[in-house]
C-alpha cells in the first residue's frame, strides 16, 4: 500500500503567519511521531500520538506548536505566528507500536521569510 | 532522557573501501536499535536495526555490532558504492517507549 504522505512538500510562508501541515500515515499504523530537522541538524522530537491516549508533547519547542490527530488516522502539526527559526524539514513517521520500525514520509519543507 | 551520540559527522570513503559509523546512548534500558539512510530530498528509510538480545546482524553488504555493556552499537557497510552516498542516522528506543531518539547523522560520500 501507500507509504506515508505529507502535504505541501514546500511551504513558504511571511512571518508572523500560521501554517499547516498534514500527514496521512500508513494505514493501520496505531503510532504516529513528528519530528523536526533543521539544516545539518539531526532529527529532533516533536510529538507523538498512540491510539487514542493523550499525546506525548515533550518535545513542542513552544505554544506557538500544536498537533492533532483525528479519527487515530490524518494529523496536522500547526504552528502559529510562525518565526524564521521554524524553518526546517518537517517530518512524520508512524509504526505499528513500540519498538518496531518507523516509516518516514518524505517531509514538508518550510521556508519562513 | 535518552541521549545519542553519533560519529563521525562526515565520513568519505573511496568506493571499494568500508565505512564504520559509530554511535553511543545513555539509557541502559534502551532495547531497540535502528538505523536510517536518508537521501536528498526524501525522508530517512530503515536500512537495519538490532535489539538488545543479539551481539550482531548482518544484511548483504551492511551489519550492525551491539555492545550493551559499553553501551554502543556500529554500523558498516562493505565494497561501498556511490550509491551509499547518503546521511546516516542511528536511534535507539528505550524498553516500554515508542519513541526513537536519534543521533545527529552521519553525511557518507563514496567517491567512485
Known amino acids: 500500500g501507500a507509504g506515508v504522505s505529507q502535504s505541501p512538500s514546500n511551504k513558504v510562508t511571511e512571518k508572523g503567519k500560521d501554517v499547516e501541515l498534514r500527514c496521512d500515515p500508513i494505514s493501520g499504523h496505531t503510532a504516529l511521531y513528528w519530528y523536526r530537522q533543521s539544516l545539518g541538524q539531526g532529527l529532533e522530537f516533536l510529538i507523538y500520538f498512540q491510539g487514542n491516549s493523550a499525546p506525548d508533547k515533550s518535545g513542542l519547542p513552544s505554544d506557538r506548536f500544536s498537533a492533532e490527530r483525528t479519527g487515530g488516522s490524518v494529523s496536522t502539526l500547526t504552528i502559529q505566528r510562525t518565526q524564521q527559526e521554524d524553518s526546517a524539514v518537517y517530518l512524520c513517521?508512524?509504526?505499528?507500536?513500540?519498538?518496531?520500525?518507523?516509516?518516514f514520509g518524505q517531509g514538508t519543507r518550510l521556508t519562513v521569510v | 532522557g535518552e541521549n545519542v551520540e553519533q560519529h563521525p559527522s562526515t565520513l568519505s570513503v573511496q568506493e571499494g573501501d568500508s565505512a564504520v559509523i559509530k554511535c553511543t546512548y545513555s539509557?541502559?534500558?534502551?532495547?531497540?536499535f535502528p538505523w536510517y539512510k536518508q537521501e536528498l530530498g526524501k525522508g530517512p528509510q530503515l536500512i537495519i536495526d538490532i535489539r538488545s538480545n543479539v551481539g550482531e546482524k548482518k544484511d548483504q553488504r551492511i551489519a550492525v555490532t551491539l555492545n550493551k555493556t559499553a553501551k554502543h552499537f556500529s554500523l558498516h557497510i562493505t565494497e561501498t558504492q556511490p550509491e551509499d552516498s547518503a546521511v546516516y542516522f542511528c536511534?535507539?528506543?528505550?524498553?516500554?517507549?515508542?519513541?526513537?531518539?536519534f543521533g545527529r547523522g552521519t553525511s557518507l560520500i563514496v567517491h567512485p
Open positions: 513517521a508512524s509504526s505499528f507500536g513500540r519498538n518496531t520500525e518507523a516509516f
Open positions: 536511534a535507539a528506543i528505550r524498553g516500554g517507549s515508542y519513541i526513537p531518539t
Open positions: 539509557d541502559s534500558a534502551s532495547n531497540y
